[in-house]
């Protein structure tokens, strides 16, 4: 149940941008194919292993119908991950969560360039069709980066649609930084582990900021094409646990600290356990309940 509802645990003073929350990467995957499905579980599965902010991109096939998208790999109809995030929004109660969207991104592989279309209009109808953005859509953002809980709480809102191009319906374009590089992103674990947390050193975010933890499969870089996702997950899971300590123990990136995302959000509870533990360290717990989140974490794993 706390993973359900740990951010009511959370003070109202909490800014939303330095909130440690769990984050998916590629988040409506589940069901596609071994090179494609980063997920092992629904959108709503992985709101219940705690995770409150989710990636979803779409490609629209020549009819314009909607797909969720991981490169060239086709997955479900958009709509039943809309469906998913209904289901969340209907049950979730003090919580707030993040949802990108966005047309998949061209792509350059070797000689081969690769584009796709996306259907604004029919991801504007998904939109108002399942999540009621007109009561629960956070749209109104002077400075995101000094938004409180509170702030949020007073309004009712439960989710804030985050596209840089303000391409749908209630879509926002707020401070968000995604850094990857394909380079880094294909280092062997013990050396990315430690590359990655350089973009929350060498940079102060303004609004919010998604580390990405998961190895990813590249051509020309150190792993190449020879894992997919859940291999190259079976390598860096073992050095999670130390990406969030050397996090912990750095004053700097403590503070910036914000959606730390990954792979297979859903396998178990170890990485959202030790994302939310951050909290606890940041001081945004409400004094009260401080104990019964320490012990809710621990029970979790």
Known sequence: MFLKNWMSYL??????????MPGSHNSATMGMSKFAKCQNGSLY???????RAFDIRLKANKKGELFIAHGIMKGMPAELAFESLKIILNECENEFFVVTVMTYMNQK???????YNGNSAE??????????????ALTDIENIGELTLGDIRKTGKKYIIINKNKEYDYSVDCPYDDPWNSTVFGYKPAKFA??????LTEKDHEGFMRLQTQLTPNPGTENGW???PDDLDDMIRPLFGQIIDDVAADPVMLERVNIIGGDF??????KANKILSLNLLKGIVKEELKNEY???ISSCY
């Open 11 to 20: 003070s109202d003073d909490a800014k939303i941008t330095k909130i440690a």
């Open 45 to 51: 599965e992985q709101y219940a292993h705690g995770v």
């Open 109 to 115: 592989i070797g000689p081969i360039s690769l584009s």
């Open 123 to 136: 991801t504007s109808r998904l939109i108002r069709e399942y999540l009621s953005p007109e009561k629960y």
């Open 194 to 199: 430690k590359e990655i947390l350089k973009y």
């Open 226 to 228: 020879t894992k997919w």
């Open 265 to 270: 959000m859903c396998r178990d509870n170890m």
């Open 294 to 296: 320490k012990n809710a």
